[in-house]
C-alpha cells in the first residue's frame, strides 16, 4: 500500500542515490555493528520482515546470531532485542539513549504530534507523560474503582443473558470502561455510537500510519521535502488532524469548564488533568490529545486482554476451577467480589498476570529509537537505530518462564506459599520498557482484575459441543495483524450456582439506578 502518486524518474534516482549513500555509509561500520541476516544490496533485508509472526522469526535468527540481531531496512539500521538482560540493559538501564521513537512521519501528521505512544522522546513528551502520571498513578487508580466495578458487572449479566455475543458484550465493556474514566460517559449501548465511531477513526488511522511499508514517505523520508501539491499524504493527513483535533478538543473543553467553575462533578482522568493543566503547561490541545489517545489505548488492549481470558478458561478448565475455589473461600457467594478482595486474591491477580504474558496483544512492543550513538557488548549501535524487542519471544523463553512456558499457567507468578512471588513486578513485558512504560498500567490491570474476578465468581465458562457431542476446543494461535487477537471461537457461559444470576441481575439494577441518579445531579 504506497500513498503516493508521484513516479517520475528524478524522484526515483534522487530516493535511490540516498539510499545507496545511507546503505554504503552503513556497511563502512559493518565490522562494528551486530550479527544480522545477510541481505540484498541497498534494500537490506526489507523482504525477509515476518509481518505475521516476527518473533518466531526472531527467535530462528537469535538461535543463529545471538541476543541482538542487525537488520537493515533500506538503509535504516533495525536493532532485535532477543534476551531479557539486553532488553533490560539498554531500554531499562539506559533510558536516556534508548527512548525515542521511530519518525513515523505521516502518523505524527495526522495526530499534529501529539500522540503520546508513538511521539518523539523530548521536551513536550515529558510533559505530556509527567501530566499523564497524576491521574493514571498508583493512588488515582482508586478514583476509577466505581467505574470498573459496575462495568464488570454489566459485562456479567450481558454474558449471562446471551453468551453467543460475547464478543460485543467484551468489546462494549472495554470501550465503556475507558469513555468513563477518561471523560465520564454514560454505558455505551452500541458500537455505533457517535463516540465511539469518532474514536475508532482516530485508532484505525494511527494504526495504519505505523504498518510498516504502509507509506513510502517513511520508507523514503527524503519524500518528506516535496511541496505539499505533489503530496498527497500530507494533505489528507493534516485534513484528519484537524477533524480529530476539533473532536477531541470538543470532548476536553466541557469538563475543564465545568473544573474552572468549581462544579461539583465525578473523578475522571479529564478532570484530574484539567486541574494540573496550567501546573505542567499544557494546551487545550495537547490535554484533549492526552486523553484520546488514552482511549485508543485502554480499550484496543482490555479488550483483546480478556478474549485471550476467556479462550483459556475454555482451553484449561482447571485454572478456572482453582480460581473459583479461591473465590468461594474468600468472598463466599452472597456477593460479588469488590476491589477490597484483592489482597486475599493472590490467584485471580496471577490469572491477569499470566494471560498477558501468555498472549500479550503487542508481540514486538512499540519499537524504540537510539537517539545518540551507543555501544554495548562491543558492537557499535548508530544514532536512529529502531529497537525492536521480541515481547513474545521472551514471554516464551524457558530460561525466564522455565521449560513450560508456552502453556498458561498462573501458579508460575506465586511462591510457595500461593502469594505474588514480587508485588513490584508485573511478572511480564507487555507495558513496555524504560521511561516508555505504559502509563496506564495499573489502571489497566485493575480493569482486568475487577472484570475477571466478578465473571469467575458468578459463571461457569465452557466450549461448546459439536454435533457428536464433543468439545470445541479453540485454536490457541492467534490471527495476525496489528494487535495478536483470538481466531474467532464460541464459549458457553451458564451461571456457576443456584443465585449467581440473580444476584448478578440484583447487581446490574443497582448500577443502571446509581447512574440515572448521577445523570440527573
Known amino acids: 500500500m504506497i500513498h503516493i502518486s508521484q513516479s517520475n524518474g528524478v524522484i526515483i534516482l534522487l ?36 509481518t505475521e509472526r516476527p518473533w518466531v522469526t526472531y527467535g530462528k535468527w537469535k538461535k543463529r546470531y545471538g541476543p541482538l540481531v542487525y537488520l537493515n531496512m533500506a538503509g535504516q539500521p533495525i536493532l532485535v532485542l532477543n534476551s531479557q538482560k539486553a532488553v533490560q540493559d539498554l531500554l531499562d538501564h539506559r533510558p536516556t539513549k534508548y527512548s525515542d521513537r521511530p519518525s513515523w512521519i505521516v502518523a505524527n501528521e495526522i495526530t499534529g504530534g501529539l500522540d503520546l505512544p508513538v511521539m518523539r522522546y523530548g521536551e513536550l513528551w515529558r510533559r505530556m507523560r509527567k501530566a499523564s502520571d497524576i491521574p493514571l498513578g498508583v493512588k488515582a487508580s482508586s478514583n476509577y474503582h466505581r467505574v470498573q466495578t459496575e462495568q464488570s458487572i454489566l459485562l456479567a449479566h450481558g454474558l449471562l443473558s446471551g453468551s453467543e455475543n460475547w464478543g460485543f458484550h467484551v468489546e462494549r465493556t472495554s470501550i465503556s470502561i475507558v469513555l468513563s474514566l477518561v471523560y465520564d460517559m454514560p454505558t455505551v449501548q452500541s458500537l455505533d455510537e457517535p463516540s465511539v465511531r469518532h474514536m475508532d477513526t482516530l485508532l484505525d488511522g494511527v494504526s495504519a500510519a505505523i504498518l510498516p511499508g504502509a507509506y513510502l514517505v517513511d520508507i523514503f523520508p527524503v519524500l518528506r521535502h516535496l511541496p505539499l501539491v505533489l503530496s498527497k499524504w500530507r494533505r489528507d493527513a493534516q485534513k484528519d488532524c484537524q477533524k480529530l483535533t476539533s473532536w477531541l478538543t470538543g470532548m476536553f473543553l466541557p469538563i475543564k469548564n465545568r473544573a474552572l467553575k468549581g462544579e461539583e462533578q465525578p473523578p475522571s482522568f479529564c478532570a484530574t488533568l484539567a486541574e494540573s493543566q496550567t501546573r505542567h503547561g499544557m494546551s487545550d490541545e495537547e490535554c484533549a490529545w492526552i486523553a484520546g489517545v488514552l482511549y485508543g489505548a485502554g480499550q484496543e488492549t482490555t479488550g483483546t486482554v480478556l478474549k485471550w481470558f476467556l479462550l483459556a478458561m475454555v482451553s484449561y478448565p482447571h485454572v478456572q476451577e482453582k480460581a473459583q475455589d479461591e473465590l468461594d473461600r474468600v468472598v463466599g457467594r452472597a456477593r460479588p467480589p469488590s476491589f477490597s478482595d484483592m489482597k486475599h486474591l493472590p490467584y485471580i491477580q496471577a490469572i491477569v498476570k499470566e494471560i498477558l504474558r501468555w498472549q500479550t496483544p503487542l508481540t514486538v512492543g512499540v519499537p524504540h529509537a537510539t537517539s545518540e550513538d551507543d555501544y554495548y557488548e562491543g558492537y557499535f549501535i548508530p544514532k536512529g537505530t529502531v529497537c525492536m524487542a521480541n515481547v513474545m519471544g521472551l514471554h516464551r523463553d524457558p530460561e525466564i518462564y522455565g521449560p513450560d512456558a508456552d502453556e498458561f499457567r498462573p501458579e508460575r507468578h506465586l511462591n510457595d506459599d500461593g502469594e505474588i512471588k514480587d508485588e513490584k513486578s508485573q511478572g511480564h513485558f507487555t507495558y513496555g520498557f524504560g521511561h516508555r512504560i505504559c502509563v496506564g498500567r495499573h489502571v489497566a ?72 441518579a448521577r445523570s440527573q445531579i
Open 445 to 516: 490491570n485493575n480493569s482486568l482484575f475487577i472484570a475477571i474476578a466478578i465473571m469467575l465468581w458468578a459463571m461457569k465458562i465452557t466450549s461448546v459441543k459439536d454435533e457428536k457431542g464433543n468439545s470445541v476446543k479453540p485454536d490457541l494461535e492467534g490471527a495476525p495483524g496489528m494487535l495478536w487477537r483470538p481466531k474467532p471461537f464460541d464459549l458457553k457461559v451458564e451461571p456457576r450456582f443456584q443465585d449467581a444470576a440473580v444476584l448478578i441481575q440484583q447487581a446490574r439494577d443497582d448500577v443502571m439506578q446509581d447512574s440515572i
Open 15 to 50: 530516493v535511490t542515490f540516498i539510499v545507496t549513500l545511507r546503505y554504503v555509509s552503513s556497511r563502512n561500520k559493518s565490522t562494528r555493528l551486530p550479527p544480522g541476516p545477510r541481505g540484498l544490496p541497498i534494500l537490506g533485508n526489507v523482504f525477509q520482515l515476518d
